[in-house]
């Protein structure tokens, strides 16, 4: 049976649906406070000249969604998505580098809707963003995962994953806006 889902690159027409995802996930992750962004700056910062990101979603063509959100899909016609369709899973990531190995890449989140997972959807886009690694010579792709999520973990234990910090005992740290304010100031 082929599956009611097609997995593709998204467009700009995506972002207010993906955002959305975004949420659910932060929702999952107990962040969702922490989520600031919205359609327009995800538009800006993925389908520009020069990307900071790219991105898959799993679509499933013609669902019923809400009067206000059809009327927005039908005016985006253009830009390569199905009308009356519904996003129900996303995969985004970008380029990273290795200055060991070379080209790498990182992907910052890969969510499926909970009504939709066993389907084998999140597998597909774990699997394309794999392929387009390979394909763009990448020697690795990293991610990073909450450790209270035994099933991310499992997951991605299944597809190859191993955890860095346990093999090789690097620890990821981060700068927020505010800090990278003061860094530049001093």
Request: proline share 3%; with cysteine; charged share 25%.
């Amino acid at each position: 049976m082929e599956p009611s889902y097609v997995i593709r690159k998204a467009t700009k027409g995506d972002c207010q649906q993906i955002v959305q995802l975004i949420k659910e996930l932060a929702s999952f992750e107990k962040r969702k406070e922490h989520v600031k962004m919205t359609p327009e700056v995800l538009q800006r910062d993925g389908f520009g000249d020069h990307p900071y990101f790219h991105c898959l979603v799993a679509e499933l063509p013609g669902a019923t969604q809400d009067k206000a959100t059809k009327s927005a899909e039908h005016t985006a016609r253009d830009t390569g998505k199905v009308p009356d369709s519904k996003i129900i899973g996303y995969a985004l990531y970008f380029s990273s580098y290795d200055t060991h190995n070379g080209r790498a890449v990182y992907l910052e989140d890969i969510y499926v809707c909970p009504d939709f997972r066993g389907q084998g959807i999140g597998t597909k886009m774990w699997k394309q963003v794999g392929k387009m690694a390979l394909d763009n010579g990448c020697c690795r792709m990293r991610w990073a995962v909450l450790d209270w999520n035994k099933q991310a973990i499992e997951f991605y234990a299944k597809m190859g994953g191993w955890d860095v910090t346990n093999g090789k005992g690097y620890h990821l740290y981060q700068l927020d806006q505010a800090d990278l304010a003061k860094l530049a100031q001093s």
